[in-house]
DNA sequence: GTAAACCTGGCA
DNA sequence: TGCCAGGTTTAC
């Protein structure tokens, strides 16, 4: 589920809800997640203190006191969330992790699919996060230039480029239909066949999407939720995504679906070439 | 490259 | 009952 924006918006609503507080016990209900958690997850994060909350693609990264990164990612169906003290939530059927906090709050990770993960290692050196392409956001490392220089090492399509977490980080396929319907270019293109122009304008509209939706609070399609359990506002402005048959909100032409790189993929066939 | 795998829930 | 889902990995 949670894309860069939803992973984002995660981030901030619980960054000053743990930050400095420390992590008193951990109840593990389920470990079986998509890699079974390790042995020593409970006691690596028992006693030590929160520093920062960060986001490297689609990887939500808690800074601890020893060095080390409590990183979590959400799959296609986890949350992550607070609850404050004094506020009972009895566990539910998909809570797998509950920590408690040193305020007496405590943080649950629920993912009735589960193919979230969770793990406490060293951020700099996690193989988690080895190869991981240029964070979108960057416009340094993320601009015309570099989706141009692809060109001469790949044919693949724009879409499939979009949601490959080597070539960017954290797009999924909501902000990949998203980007490539603002960029005016067809998710099947090939990126050979596309103009540096074209790479620079893909590059941009990645770059609005994403802003637009960390803006809103990222999309709650069907579930997701916030740190706190409030919903995102982004999926009432989805131009393309889930919306086979509408009418394009630019030209009114019915927005067509195909597959591309295994997802659903949705166009304008008259906006976008 | 492409398909299938992991797992559960929601919807037609 | 079967298909689909915001993701990633592994196997032909």
Request: some cysteine; overall charge positive.
């Amino acid at each position: 589920m949670p894309e860069l924006p939803e992973v984002e918006t995660i981030r901030s609503s619980l960054e000053p809800l743990v930050v400095g507080r420390t992590v008193t016990t951990v109840e593990v209900r389920r470990g079986d997640l998509r890699r079974p958690l390790a042995s020593d997850f409970a006691s690596s994060l028992e006693g030590r203190s929160i520093r920062r909350a960060r986001r490297r693609a689609k990887y939500l990264l808690l800074d601890l006191d020893d060095g080390m990164s409590w990183m979590l990612h959400m799959g296609m169906s986890g949350r992550f969330l607070h609850t404050p003290a004094g506020a009972g939530r009895a566990p539910e059927k998909h809570d797998h992790v509950l920590v408690h906090l040193s305020d007496g709050s405590r943080l649950v990770f629920n993912d009735p699919r589960r193919f979230g993960l969770m793990t406490v290692e060293d951020a700099a050196s996690s193989s988690l996060l080895e190869g991981i392409g240029p964070e979108p956001l960057d416009e340094r490392s993320f601009n015309g230039a570099y989706l141009a220089g692809l060109r001469a090492r790949t044919t693949r399509a724009l879409k499939d480029l979009l949601m490959d977490q080597r070539v960017v980080a954290g797009v999924g396929n909501i902000y990949a239909n998203e980007s490539l319907f603002l960029a005016g270019l067809r998710p099947r293109r090939r990126i050979a066949r596309t103009s540096a122009a074209q790479c620079q304008t893909l590059a941009v509209a990645v770059r609005t999407v994403l802003g637009e939706a960390i803006e809103h609070r990222g999309s709650s399609i069907s579930d997701f939720l916030d740190g706190v359990g409030r919903r995102g506002g982004y999926q009432w402005r989805r131009r393309v995504y889930d919306r086979k048959g509408e009418p394009c909100p630019v030209c009114a032409a019915a927005i067509k679906s195909v597959v591309v790189a295994q997802r659903a993929s949705y166009y304008c066939p008259r906006c976008q070439r």
